[in-house]
């Protein structure tokens, strides 16, 4: 028995997350599925970040078990003939057997894109949340200074998520401007549910004016999602680097 590490690129658009789901198109399933066509096993990859429905990745990672004599680095090749195109293994390789992606050190960073102009682009409209209303980047920076470092983000956590703790670090949070197009970074030590995009939907609405960017940290203190800003379309946000700090 040896288990391989994938890392996995995807477009989330037509699947429902990554989490298995019975009846639904989920990343997991697809994997879970082709995996099992390859290996003639049933496998159960374990992911390390439950991405949501519509959301997209560029490097997010799974871990499965098997007794296949396949080396592990070709996996790859064998596994994206049986993917559909909107899915790619981007590497494969062995691990140690007791190497688990969401029990290790690690630091997450997504982007949160936002097209930011008159009318809407077509060919940005799956991987961009579009609004007109014109965004203040300076006042997005502003706001965004108050979430960095660690907190309680209880304030940025989708209403009934069952977590430990609320309590998170944030690395960095950087908004940048290019011509019509704002991105959010973020990296953090972990994410909870929802949180960059009730962040990115904050932040815009700072940008908007609607709130000061000083009202972030008494959204912070106050620990009620409803002092928050709404939560980001999902489309805005792809998981672009996953760095493990021990394994």
Not at 111 to 121: A, K, M, S, V
Not at 219 to 234: F, V
């Amino acid at each position: 028995m040896k288990r391989v590490k994938l890392v996995v690129a995807y477009d989330g658009t037509a699947y429902h997350g990554w989490q298995f789901q019975p009846g639904s198109r989920t990343i997991e399933g697809e994997l879970n599925s082709a995996l099992g066509s390859l290996l003639q096993e049933e496998v159960q990859v374990i992911g390390a970040s439950r991405t949501d429905s519509g959301v997209h990745a560029l490097c997010n990672v799974a871990v499965f078990d098997t007794d296949t004599c396949i080396p592990a680095d070709k996996i790859s090749y064998a596994l994206n003939q049986r993917l559909p195109e909107d899915i790619r293994i981007q590497s494969s390789e062995e691990v140690e057997g007791d190497f688990h992606p969401r029990h290790c050190n690690s630091r997450k960073t997504y982007e949160y894109r936002i097209l930011n102009t008159r009318f809407p682009i077509p060919t940005k409209r799956l991987y961009a949340h579009f609004t007109y209303v014109p965004l203040d980047v300076q006042k997005m920076r502003q706001a965004a200074a108050y979430l960095t470092g660690e907190h309680d983000f209880k304030s940025f956590c989708a209403s009934g998520a069952v977590v430990e703790s609320t309590v998170r670090t944030i690395y960095e949070l950087a908004v940048e401007k290019t011509g019509d197009e704002i991105v959010i970074r973020v990296c953090g030590s972990g994410f909870l549910y929802n949180m960059v995009r009730i962040i990115a939907g904050t932040l815009m609405e700072a940008g908007r004016g609607n709130i000061s960017p000083e009202n972030v940290k008494t959204i912070l203190e106050a620990k009620n999602r409803q002092m928050a800003g709404p939560t980001a379309q999902a489309c805005g946000l792809t998981l672009v680097k996953y760095d493990f700090l021990s394994q």
